[in-house]
């Protein structure tokens, strides 16, 4: 797909190694958060410093609660993702200032 021959390329033509490009890294997030890949999720890194910002804490948030959300059963260990969905929302909240619309919307479900 075009976000792989991107991060391709933006790694000098290595495969399958993480990119210093963030734009293409979060990508990359949107498509293993819709495909449900939590795996290939937590592989990109994201919580690295270099990925820091509204985007990312924002991007971090949606993937727990996802992961949650089809979940077919709650277990005791699903406290753990919904703890961290709340606290990448909060981040990703005061981050933005209070002032993100999708911020706010994330942090009230």
């Given amino acids: 797909d075009i976000f792989t021959?991107?991060?391709t390329r933006a790694t000098g033509r290595q495969e399958n190694i993480l990119s210093d490009d963030?734009?293409?890294?979060l990508g990359l997030a949107s498509i293993f958060i819709d495909t449900g890949?939590?795996?290939k999720f937590d592989e990109l890194q994201?919580?690295?410093p270099l990925f820091s910002g509204v985007e990312?804490?924002?991007?971090?948030?949606i993937r727990y609660f996802r992961e949650l959300t089809g979940a077919e059963k709650i277990l005791?260990?699903?406290s753990i993702l919904l703890g961290k969905a709340f606290n990448w929302a909060a981040l990703a909240l005061e981050g933005c200032g209070g002032t993100n619309a999708s911020c706010l919307s994330q942090l009230a479900h």
Avoid: Q
């Avoid at 963030?22 to 890294?25: L, Q, R």
């Avoid at 990312?56 to 948030?61: A, D, K, P, V």
């Fill in 37 to 39: 890949e939590w795996e």
């Fill in 5 to 7: 021959r991107l991060r």
């Fill in 46 to 48: 994201l919580e690295r």
């Fill in 22 to 25: 963030k734009e293409i890294e």
């Fill in 56 to 61: 990312t804490c924002l991007c971090l948030s």
């Fill in 76 to 78: 005791p260990k699903h």
